[in-house]
């Protein structure tokens, strides 16, 4: 009996398990900055801003950053100070009360697309896009995951019956999303000669916004290494000195 009910219990959540993974596990991805060695490539880190800057801040906010931290993808003062100044700030209110705007600067954080939540939904059918400073981190398989997203948009299957204004997306639960595909070929020009197709423009943004929800994580492992290095010297340094310190007892 109790067993049955175990059993019960189990196939139910089993059952509840295959309705929530209704999406697609996303293709594992190589990326360079996922090894225990791994660093972030500076160029594909300076494209895939290219890509947030041009497409995805139309839409989704990065709050967590400020201009000036695009110093670590290795943006100068010059264009970090120019990339700020595009954007106008609401600083407070002027003496008549009226909402006071400034050019940003480099201490800003990087200006939203909308006023607030609501304009956001308002302006997207009712769906809100999430913040993105941290969503690698707040998803399982982080980039592989936003990866497939970004390139998991297809025509839908006959018996699918998307919502209204959804888009068929195998890699998202139930696998309909209100984010229209915001990537196309050649949409974002690179100076570099990298290819300018959706696969690419996926891979550099996706590196981008994993360095945007960790950018200590090169410093992070460096820091491991020395104390690592520092731990096992000592190892060998006290082996050698109990060594030394016990040769004269005999028992
Ligand atoms: C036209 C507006 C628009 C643009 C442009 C846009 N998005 Fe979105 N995005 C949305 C909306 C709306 C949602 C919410 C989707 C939902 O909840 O169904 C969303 C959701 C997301 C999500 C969350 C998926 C999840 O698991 O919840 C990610 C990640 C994302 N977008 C990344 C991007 C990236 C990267 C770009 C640029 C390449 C981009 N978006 C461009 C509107 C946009």
């Known amino acids: 009996m109790f067993k049955k009910a175990i059993l019960l219990m189990f196939l139910a959540f089993m059952s509840l398990q295959v309705f929530a993974s209704d999406a697609e596990h996303p293709p594992k991805m190589n990326w360079s900055f996922q090894s225990i060695f791994g660093t972030y490539d500076r160029a594909a880190l300076q494209r895939g801003f290219q890509v947030y800057h041009e497409v995805c801040a ?34 407070g209110f002027t003496e008549e009360g009226e909402i006071f705007k400034r050019p940003g600067i480099a201490a800003d954080h990087i200006a939203p697309p909308y006023i607030n939540e609501s304009a956001a939904k308002a302006a997207n059918n009712g769906s809100l896009p999430p913040d993105l400073s941290l969503i690698v981190k707040a998803r399982a398989h982080g980039p592989d995951y936003l990866h497939a997203i970004l390139t998991g948009y297809a025509e839908p299957p006959k018996e699918v019956q998307l919502g209204e204004n959804m888009h068929y997306n195998k890699y998202f639960a139930g696998r309909q999303i209100a984010m229209i595909a915001p990537l196309h070929e ?39 290494f020395k104390v690592m290095f520092f731990l096992i010297i000592l190892t060998l340094f006290m082996f050698f000195t109990k060594r030394r310190v016990w040769r004269n007892i005999k028992d």
Request: charged fraction near 25%; proline fraction near 4%.
């Open 58 to 91: 139309a839409c989704h906010s990065l709050n967590h950053l400020a201009y000036r931290h695009l110093a670590g993808i290795g943006f100068t003062p010059e264009t970090i100070k120019a990339l700020a100044a595009e954007k106008e700030i609401r600083d």
């Open 186 to 224: 050649g949409m974002v020009n690179y100076t570099d000669g990298t290819p300018t197709n959706v696969e690419q423009y996926a891979k550099d943004v996706v590196t981008f916004l994993t360095w945007a929800g960790d950018p200590k994580m090169e410093e992070r492992k460096s820091t491991g």
